[in-house]
């Protein structure tokens, strides 16, 4: 189901995590997100993700566009902004595939363009813009990769598209002349070498992250969804929650992108690589 209503402002000010990185503004193009990933800590933040009731509870069944997005941001640009694009849906839902809500925010970034812009997606949808993006000065995509393996994939994200394609957007992006980055967020169960490889390979940069949220290392804010705790517990991925076996999985990673000639960072560190 998609819904359509007026949002009051487009941009805003950033706090904790996002402001850390270094971002100054977020941009939120509708509520609630039909990807509907099983891990997603958007609805755990409930009021303060700016959520209603009905988008925890039915997180990923419905999604509601702000329809006067693009008329509130022409209004609200300003070029020393650096804008990250979202924390709390991704642009390139399913849904947006029929509302091409898209289509008009970029047109006017493109306008107005600011100190930064960084779109955060997993969808290959984003290769649509493909010629709005080149318009773009000091663009920056951030595109979800969690595992390299299908099976987990479709466990923690049956909505979202499969390995090979994120890797294909990922290069078409690349080719494209668009800085891309591999954001290894959240870490599901994968061969964390394997995964390093593949998403240096298609984009050719450093690599950024982050484990699943976990209360041992977060003890506060949002966090993990429990559906995703339920499918751990089913499939025997529990230690993928264990903030210890974590950080482990985060050394192999690092060792691994060396080993490439790179790195691999997460927390604010890592995705104030974007914003820079
Ligand atoms: S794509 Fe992002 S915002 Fe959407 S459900 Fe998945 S994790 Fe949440």
């Known amino acids: 189901m998609i819904g359509e209503e007026k949002a009051g402002r487009i941009l805003s000010p950033t706090t904790g995590f996002i402001a850390e990185a270094g ?51 022409r209004r609200e640009l300003r070029v020393g902004q650096r804008i990250y694009c979202s924390p709390l849906v991704d642009p390139y839902q399913p849904a947006e595939s029929g509302m091409r809500m898209m289509e008009a925010i970029l047109d006017a970034v493109i306008e107005n363009p600011p100190r930064r812009f960084v779109l955060q997606t997993r969808g290959p949808l984003i290769l649509r813009d493909l010629d709005r993006l080149r318009k773009i000065p000091r663009l920056r995509v ?46 599901l169960p994968c061969d964390p070498e394997e995964l390093a490889q593949m998403a240096i390979e298609a984009t050719g940069r450093e690599l950024i992250g982050d484990p699943l949220h976990v209360r041992g290392v977060k003890p506060r804010g949002a966090t993990t969804r429990e559906a995703a705790w339920r499918i751990s517990a089913r499939h025997g991925f529990t230690e993928w929650l264990d903030g210890d076996f974590q950080q482990r999985v985060v050394d192999r990673i690092q060792v691994a992108a060396r080993r490439w000639g790179t790195d691999f960072e997460t927390g604010p560190g890592g995705f104030g690589r974007l914003a820079a």
């Open 142 to 187: 951030s595109f979800s990769i969690t595992t390299n393996r299908e099976d987990v994939r479709r466990l923690y994200e049956p909505l979202c598209a499969p390995i090979g394609e994120r890797l294909s957007a990922m290069r078409a992006l690349r080719e494209a002349g668009i800085e891309v980055y591999a954001a290894l967020s959240p870490l």
């Open 23 to 73: 971002f100054t503004h977020s941009l939120t193009p509708a509520r609630n997100c039909t990807f509907g990933c099983t891990y997603c800590y958007v609805p755990t933040m409930r009021l303060f993700g700016g959520l209603k009731p009905e988008d925890w509870r039915r997180w990923g069944q419905f999604t509601t566009f702000k329809s006067n997005a693009a008329d509130l941001l």
